[in-house]
């Protein structure tokens, strides 16, 4: 199987499997937040403050549509790069938990 393969199927074991409540994972959101400043804020701003760019406020991201995060992640959406051959799977993982917190872990 092809490192392509694996990644998407590393993906589609993480949309499937059962999330357990962002309460018990704050060190993953602490993570995600590391993550994030390196390869997000640039364009979605520091602690998800979007400066008035074009790019999307994360705060607003519907937390029930993590397929969609991950998808646009992966491939890029509109001016938005494509981070699936940069970032790993776990690393996405972590971001969304931060994006659940909206920008609020210390």
């Known amino acids: 199987m092809s490192p392509a393969w694996l990644k998407v ?7 499937i ?3 357990p409540s962002l309460a018990a994972e704050p060190e993953l959101a602490v993570q995600g937040k590391a993550q994030y400043r390196q390869f997000c804020s640039n364009c979605h701003g520091v ?9 999307f406020d994360l705060r607003k991201f519907p937390p029930d549509d ?3 995060f ?5 491939h890029g959406k509109n001016a938005m790069p494509a ?7 776990e690393e ?3 971001i969304w938990a931060y994006v659940l917190t909206g920008g609020q872990t210390k």
């Open 17 to 19: 499997a059962p999330r």
């Open 47 to 55: 602690n998800m403050v979007n400066a008035g760019t074009s790019s």
């Open 70 to 74: 991950v998808n646009s992640v992966m």
């Open 9 to 15: 199927l590393a993906f589609g074991v993480l949309l």
């Open 92 to 94: 996405i993982e972590a």
């Open 83 to 89: 981070w699936g051959d940069i970032l790993k799977p």
């Open 66 to 68: 993590k397929t969609r």
